[in-house]
Each structure stands twice: as C-alpha cells, then as structure tokens.
C-alpha cells in the first residue's frame, strides 16, 4: 500500500471512529421524542358530533380534544388515516382524521396520548363514524378529505404522557355494536368460515372482505387492504380472538385489523352447529320500484310466524328479464326476522330512509336482487336451495305481462298468510305502468305509494 493511499484509510478509520463514539444507541429508540405537556384541551367528542348537522362543516371555534391512537399503518393496512378514541380502555367515542402522510406509526405510534387543535378543520359523518381533516369538493359538494402534511403539525400534537396499553372492548357478536363504531374491539370464539380458510387475506391491489363468524354462526366481516403485508398470507384455521378498529358502512359492520397479531387463533374450531331450518311462514310482502326514484327500490319480506326466525343461509335471487340463471343474490346470513314483522331490504339505505322515514333491515346495493326495474323474477331460497316464495315466472320477462311492477310496487294481499313456490297472481295486487289486464296501470311515486315495514 503506498503511503498517500495509507493516509487516506488511517483518516477514514478516524473518522468512522469519532462517528461511533458520538452515537451511543445506533437505533435511536432512546431519542427523547417531539412532544408537549398540555395544549388546554376544552371540549369533548360529543360536544364536536354535535356541529355536525346534515352536511360536512369546517370548523370555526377555538376547540381542542384529545385521544389515544389505536391504528397503525406499519402493515400497510391503514393508509392516510388516523383512528383515536377518547380513552385507553372502555372508550365511549371514536373519531378519525385523513392526513396527506405514510408511515404514520412513525410519528404516533398505537397507544400514543394526542391532542387535535379543530379550528380549521372539517367535520364530517358517515353512518355514524365522524371524521376530521382537509376538504375535497366533488361536483359542489364538500366531504372531509386529507390534511395536508404542511399543515399537520399544526393541527396533532403528540403528549408527553407515556404510551398507554390499549385494552379494546371485549364484545359479541350476539348483541349491538354499534355504539363502539371506530373504537377497538376484540371478538372471542371466532373463526373464518371453512370455505375461505387457506384463502389470502385480500385479492392483490384489491380492498377484501373475508368473514368472521362466532361458534354461534353469527357473522362479521373482515376488511384487508390488497396493499397490506400481509394480503398474500393465508387465513388460518382454528379459532380464538380477533380485535380491531370497528367500522361501518351503510348497514354492514367491519372490522379492521393492525396486523397480524391482532389475530390469535390458537384454539380449535367451533363445533358445526346446524341450525338452518325452512319455513313456508315466511313470503315476500312487497316490492318497489318507484316512478320518481329508482334509488328507493326495495323488497319486504314478513314473518307470519309468532317466532323470531334466524335467516341463516336463505337468499334474494333475481332473475332478470327473462333469463333461466340467477342474475343476482342476497345472502341473508346473520339476519333475523320478528314475530309478526317485516324485514326490509333496501337498494339505497341512506335514501330509503330519507324517502320513507324508516330504516330498512339490510343493504341490498345497486345491482342486487332488490334494485329490480319492474320487469324482473323474484324468489325467496331456504337454506336447503329449496324454493319457498316467487314473484313472477322465472324464464318470462315481466314487460307486458301479470307480473310486471315496472314504475309502481307487487304488493301480497293481506289474506295470504303462507309462502308459495308457484306465482299464482290472484295473491297480488300489482301497480305498473304497461302491465296486463288485471293489473292497474297507474305509476306511483314514493313515498305515498309504498308501506315498507307496514303489513
């Protein structure tokens, strides 16, 4: 080695030398993190719920609340949002806040005391999850969108309160949850369902739901991200406790996990309990499809019955126009239906209430059996894929004929009190707009026309 190039490598060695003797803890985790003691918190969650009336509002007064971070985007399945709760453990609120930043867990790690300055900010509401954060206008209208990471310091502050250990609310499938929307929960005893154990955990670059169920059979989706780290890893056998961010969309409940180890499935499966059953007490009691507004479609159904029946593994079919297969379904797992009541699958649930001023039971979405035009077949399945209840005849497109309830509703008559697999048309009185004679060719509008969960 000549000596410029020695001098060289004894200079190098020097200063790797001074480098290392600076830095006592190369992971930095003892690195006193960026935070605040007190930012004069002045208000509460429901006191924020309460500005939002009706619409997305950006927020004018001086108001501060504070909370504990309970998500984490480390694995990739929370992207650009932020879940708090009010407290550590038995939380009574949840909200969260869409910020323009990744590796979020970085910054406020899960357990993490926060506080949020809301001057400035918009609150928004969606089926009873409450968000904050920047605007987004589409087509007029105002929505609650990401925070700017400019601006977000200006907004989250990080306490120094030490990290608290979470401890989610232990719940059951067999009773309401919706009063722990955007909170973490845990649920004991569940297990994927057999058919869907060994699947992956979301369809690549796809948002996935997989489905939970409790040794009750009663069921709750699982919402993962096709961008997670762990969307190629397969759903495991067994059973045991999930936990996660509870959420909800329209009528349907979800929940969100971390990562994988908020599953722990180290137990056996639930033993098979059958408990589907048929009934010919069950039938279909109306179907909608309003002149002025086809979002506010639906289908009833009514239980005759002085029991409460489970709908577990019964299905909506809808055979359109005059098609002999199944154009769309309904599974109604996880649905019960009242003695003596309706139950109402809406296309639209946020317009049919809006519309009929009463809540429909489930979502059925655009496309599904309930969002007919008119001139589609109905049938009601039991668990066994025997037929239990039609509208119309399967083959026959409805245009022209008995069974069309194009612009108007097929309502049962009162007097029929039993399900039948054969359309017989003297049990319905049917309004339209070009059906058969016999019919009444009269269009009706919503709502005046229609008595969803009146029989």
Same mark, same amino acid.
């Given at each position: 080695?000549?000596?410029?190039?020695?001098?060289?490598?004894?200079?190098?060695?020097?200063?790797?030398?001074?480098?290392?003797?600076?830095?006592?803890?190369?992971?930095?985790?003892?690195?006193? #993190?960026?935070?605040?003691?007190?930012?004069?918190?002045?208000?509460?969650?429901?006191?924020? !719920?309460?500005?939002?009336? =009706?619409?997305?509002?950006?927020?004018?007064?001086?108001?501060?609340? +504070?909370?504990?971070?309970?998500?984490?985007? +480390?694995?990739? =399945?929370?992207?650009?949002?932020?879940?708090?709760?009010?407290?550590?453990?038995?939380? &009574?609120?949840?909200?969260?806040?869409?910020? $323009? *930043?990744?590796?979020?867990?970085?910054?406020?790690?899960?357990? &993490?005391?926060?506080?949020?300055? *809301? !001057?400035?900010?918009?609150?928004?509401?969606?089926?009873?999850?409450?968000?904050?954060?920047? @605007?987004?206008?589409?087509?007029?209208?105002?929505?609650? %969108?990401?925070? #700017?990471?400019? @601006?977000?310091?200006?907004?989250?502050?990080?306490?120094?309160?030490?990290?608290?250990?979470?401890?989610?609310?232990?719940?059951?499938?067999? +009773?309401?949850?919706?009063?722990?929307?955007?909170?973490?929960?845990?649920?004991?005893?569940?297990?994927?369902? *057999?058919?869907?154990?060994?699947?992956?955990?979301?369809?690549?670059?796809?948002?996935?739901?997989?489905?939970?169920?409790?040794?009750?059979?009663?069921?709750?989706?699982?919402?993962?991200?096709?961008?997670?780290?762990?969307?190629?890893?397969?759903? #495991? $056998? %067994?059973? /045991?406790?999930?936990?996660?961010?509870?959420?909800?969309?329209?009528?349907?409940?979800?929940?969100?996990?971390?990562?994988?180890?908020?599953?722990?499935?180290?137990?056996?499966?639930?033993?098979?309990?059958?408990?589907?059953?048929?009934? $010919?007490?069950?039938?279909?009691?109306?179907?909608?499809?309003?002149?002025?507004?086809?979002?506010?479609?639906?289908?009833?159904?009514?239980?005759?019955?002085?029991?409460?029946?489970?709908?577990?593994?019964?299905?909506?079919?809808?055979?359109?126009?005059?098609?002999?297969?199944?154009?769309?379904?309904?599974?109604?797992?996880?649905?019960?239906?009242? #003695?003596?009541?309706?139950?109402? @699958?809406?296309?639209?649930?946020?317009?049919?209430? &809006?519309?009929?001023?009463?809540?429909?039971?489930?979502?059925?979405?655009? /496309?599904?059996?309930?969002?007919?035009? %008119?001139?589609?077949?109905?049938? *009601?399945?039991?668990?066994?894929?025997?037929?239990?209840?039609?509208?119309?005849?399967?083959?026959?497109?409805?245009? /022209?004929?008995?069974?069309?309830?194009?612009?108007?509703?097929?309502?049962?008559?009162?007097?029929?009190?039993?399900?039948?697999?054969?359309?017989?048309?003297?049990?319905?009185?049917?309004?339209? $707009?070009?059906?058969?004679?016999?019919?009444?060719?009269?269009?009706?509008?919503?709502?005046?026309?229609?008595?969803?969960?009146?029989?």
């Amino acid at each position: 080695m000549g000596f410029k190039k020695y001098q060289l490598f004894i200079y190098v060695i020097c200063i790797l030398l001074c480098i290392s003797s600076c830095v006592k803890d190369r992971s930095f985790k003892n690195l006193e #993190p960026n935070c605040i003691d007190d930012v004069g918190v002045n208000t509460t969650y429901d006191i924020v !719920k309460s500005l939002y009336v =009706n619409e997305t509002i950006q927020i004018q007064e001086d108001l501060i609340i +504070e909370g504990y971070v309970i998500s984490s985007d +480390e694995a990739g =399945n929370f992207y650009s949002v932020l879940h708090f709760q009010d407290k550590a453990s038995d939380p &009574t609120a949840g909200f969260q806040i869409e910020i $323009d *930043l990744r590796d979020t867990y970085l910054f406020y790690p899960i357990g &993490t005391k926060i506080s949020i300055k *809301l !001057k400035g900010l918009y609150l928004g509401q969606s089926n009873g999850i409450y968000s904050l954060g920047g @605007v987004f206008s589409a087509f007029g209208n105002a929505s609650v %969108g990401r925070l #700017p990471a400019t @601006v977000i310091d200006e907004h989250i502050f990080v306490m120094c309160d030490a990290e608290e250990v979470l401890e989610p609310t232990k719940l059951s499938l067999s +009773e309401s949850i919706d009063a722990y929307v955007n909170t973490l929960v845990s649920f004991d005893n569940t297990e994927f369902v *057999l058919e869907e154990v060994g699947q992956p955990f979301a369809i690549e670059t796809e948002e996935t739901t997989r489905s939970l169920i409790d040794c009750d059979d009663n069921q709750l989706e699982l919402l993962n991200s096709g961008y997670s780290d762990f969307q190629a890893m397969q759903l #495991p $056998d %067994g059973s /045991g406790e999930v936990k996660g961010i509870l959420h909800k969309e329209n009528l349907n409940y979800y929940l969100i996990i971390r990562d994988l180890n908020d599953i722990n499935f180290n137990n056996d499966r639930c033993e098979d309990v059958i408990d589907e059953f048929t009934s $010919d007490e069950i039938f279909i009691s109306e179907i909608a499809d309003p002149n002025n507004n086809a979002d506010a479609r639906f289908i009833e159904l009514y239980n005759t019955s002085e029991d409460t029946l489970s709908l577990k593994g019964w299905t909506l079919n809808r055979y359109t126009n005059a098609n002999l297969e199944v154009g769309s379904s309904i599974n109604l797992t996880g649905q019960f239906i009242a #003695p003596k009541s309706t139950f109402v @699958v809406a296309t639209d649930s946020i317009v049919f209430n &809006t519309v009929y001023g009463v809540t429909a039971n489930l979502e059925g979405n655009t /496309g599904s059996a309930a969002d007919s035009n %008119g001139d589609d077949n109905i049938t *009601l399945v039991d668990p066994f894929g025997k037929l239990i209840d039609i509208f119309g005849i399967v083959g026959e497109d409805g245009s /022209g004929t008995n069974h069309e309830f194009e612009d108007g509703r097929a309502f049962r008559k009162e007097a029929v009190t039993k399900s039948n697999p054969i359309y017989t048309f003297a049990e319905w009185e049917i309004y339209n $707009d070009t059906g058969d004679s016999g019919t009444i060719n009269l269009p009706q509008n919503a709502p005046d026309g229609y008595t969803p969960t009146i029989r």
